[in-house]
């Protein structure tokens, strides 16, 4: 699994990081120039959503925004999201405008029931 830095700064404020990269099942995944280039072209698409605008935080549309550019210019498969705001929001308009693709995993639903009753 990927462990963006992007999530880990934002981690950070409640619990020391240290901790999740113990457990040894993560990547690290840094944010690099490529990833910042789409960042751009999907804030740029997003940008004029007036809904989206009034209804966020900037802070938390912007690092979404980040965290989707990741997953798209790296094809990840999935991500992992208790934030069900995103999908309608962020994601959909994204999926349509930059055929952004990855399955959005909510864990309010459990994993069991989403991926079957090995996982």
């Known amino acids: 699994?990927?462990?963006?830095?992007?999530?880990?700064?934002?981690?950070?404020?409640?619990?020391?990081?240290?901790?999740?990269?113990?457990?040894?099942?993560?990547?690290?995944?840094?944010?690099?120039y490529a990833d910042a280039k789409i960042a751009g072209s999907?804030?740029?698409?997003?940008?004029?959503?007036?809904?989206?605008?009034?209804?966020?935080?900037?802070?938390v549309i912007i690092n979404d925004i980040k965290l989707f550019s990741q997953i798209h210019n790296r094809n990840i498969d999935a991500y992992i999201t208790k934030d069900r705001k995103s999908l309608r929001k962020i994601i959909q308009p994204l999926r349509k405008s930059h055929n952004l693709k990855f399955e959005f995993i909510d864990l309010s639903i459990p994993?069991?029931?989403?991926?079957?009753r090995f996982f």
């Open 111 to 116: 994993l069991n029931d989403k991926l079957g």
């Open 42 to 59: 999907f804030f740029a698409e997003l940008k004029s959503n007036e809904n989206l605008r009034e209804s966020e935080q900037r802070k």
């Open 1 to 32: 699994m990927y462990l963006s830095t992007i999530v880990v700064s934002e981690y950070a404020v409640g619990d020391n990081p240290d901790n999740l990269l113990s457990l040894n099942v993560f990547r690290l995944l840094e944010f690099d």
